[in-house]
């Protein structure tokens, strides 16, 4: 199908949503709409950004859709959480600006693919919080221990709004792209269809090694051997589901 082919179908969403009302959390609806679509050449490759609106947390999220996607199975998936100061100024105290870049790439390179941008700064805490936490951490805190300490769960993000997004553009199932299987359990909770997980991990640095090795330890993110080997249980978890591998 040709980039304009895709356009026009991905504007019909737009027509679709336009006069779509919200029926409020109050009456527990969780409405997402698309309100506009662009295209949007990048470094890594052509991509259509797709904006969505919500009742939820009135935020403003995106998803980059490479290629054909509506109404298609095992689409690869990347849910990045927003993170200024790693996406933006480049911080080596996380390897988010690692992770987005890799994903962007990975996509820029397949037939079809979504990177959907979420605006949960700081693991769902914001960016005051979030530098109030790296302030503890600069006292000896980990990065868990630090949220703790702030009165917030070790993760406070929330996937309902991206699983109404997935499903916005006729997403039949997804390969997502993680390191966190928390993702996939509320993914699935939500109602996605998640057909495998694709590891995403990206080699430490000095000043991240511990945030990621207290991931890993704390919060049971499943990363690569520090030899750069491929994480082992992903290969058991795709052949325990009985999923093919993402076309590309």
């Not at 949007?40 to 052509?46: E, H, I, K, N, V």
């Not at 009135?58 to 998936?77: F, N, T, W, Y």
């Not at 979420?118 to 769902?124: A, D, F, I, T, Y």
């Not at 006292?139 to 997935?166: I, K, S």
Request: contains cysteine.
């Amino acid at each position: 199908m040709s980039t304009a082919q895709e356009v026009k179908r991905l504007d019909d969403l737009v027509a679709r949503d336009r006069d779509y009302a919200y029926a409020g959390i109050e009456a527990g609806k969780l409405c997402v709409r698309i309100v506009a679509v662009a295209d949007l050449p990048t470094r890594s490759g052509d991509f259509h950004v797709v904006a969505f609106a919500n009742n939820l947390d009135e935020k403003e999220h995106i998803a980059l859709v490479r290629g054909d996607v509506l109404g298609q199975s095992d689409v690869p998936v990347r849910m990045h959480s927003e993170c200024l100061t790693g996406d933006a100024i480049g911080s080596l105290r996380c390897d988010c600006r690692d992770q987005l870049d890799a994903a962007l790439k990975t996509l820029g390179q397949m037939d079809r693919g979504i990177l959907l941008y979420l605006r949960q700064e700081g693991r769902g805490i914001g960016l005051l919080n979030k530098i109030r936490a790296y302030q503890l951490q600069d006292q000896g805190l980990d990065t868990v221990d630090a949220n703790l300490a702030l009165g917030f769960h070790d993760d406070e993000r929330d996937y309902a709004v991206a699983a109404r997004m997935l499903a916005s553009l006729e997403v039949e199932s997804i390969w997502l792209m993680t390191n966190n299987p928390r993702k996939l359990q509320q993914l699935e909770h939500y109602g996605v269809r998640v057909a495998g997980r694709i590891p995403h991990a990206q080699p430490p640095n000095a000043h991240n090694r511990f945030y990621l090795e207290t991931k890993a330890a704390r919060s049971g993110h499943l990363l690569f051997s520090d030899e750069g080997g491929v994480d082992e249980s992903a290969k058991r978890e795709t052949e325990s589901r009985g999923a093919s591998s993402p076309s590309e």
